[in-house]
């Protein structure tokens, strides 16, 4: 199984995300419910554009974030940080996402609030399971290069994963 599809079970598994968006140099972070979407590598939550994060964000802004479990074992700490673009979605799009939203969290259907997209970048997972500060890159646990492509907007882009292991530090990019 290759690493992205590793962190892709891992994620789907999780259900908040942290996220950060920045202006005039002021950062502000928000936690969302999300669904994950391993084809697009992307988070898709609900949040109110009013809100401090949303009127910084306006309908598109980099990003980045976190996903982590809670252990109460260093030895079983995961976690992902990432890197990327914030975009609000609108019409077909945005009613598709909020379908599956809503099918993740049947809850939440009371909440009224668009649908956000949170495509990643760049992506290091963490998983203290493995060893102590590993992370996964590559593919197994190998450290080796790590590519996908995908269709944005007619281009051919990427995401790109970090790994940091005690001994070395490497990066891929596709």
């Known amino acids: 199984m290759d690493t992205l599809n590793r962190i892709s079970r891992w994620l789907k598994r999780q259900h908040v995300v942290t996220y950060c968006v920045t202006q005039d140099n002021t950062p502000w972070c928000a936690n969302a419910f999300y669904l994950y979407d391993a084809q697009s590598v992307a988070f898709y939550f609900l949040s109110d554009p009013g809100t401090r994060h949303g ?49 993740r969290f049947p809850a939440a259907r009371a909440m009224s609030a668009p649908v956000w997209e949170l495509r990643i970048d760049e992506l290091k997972f963490t998983d203290n399971t493995l060893g102590f500060g590993k992370s996964l890159s590559g593919r197994g646990y190998q450290e080796s290069s790590f590519s996908i492509s995908r269709l944005n907007a007619g281009k051919s882009s990427g995401v790109r994963l970090v790994t940091i292991c005690p001994s070395s530090t490497t990066t891929s990019r596709s």
């Open 55 to 103: 009127k910084m964000a306006g309908i598109r802004a980099p990003a980045a974030g976190t996903v982590n479990g809670q252990p109460k074992t260093i030895a079983l700490i995961r976690g992902v940080q990432f890197s990327g673009e914030l975009r609000l979605l609108s019409g077909n799009e945005a009613a598709m996402r909020l379908a599956a939203w809503y099918r």
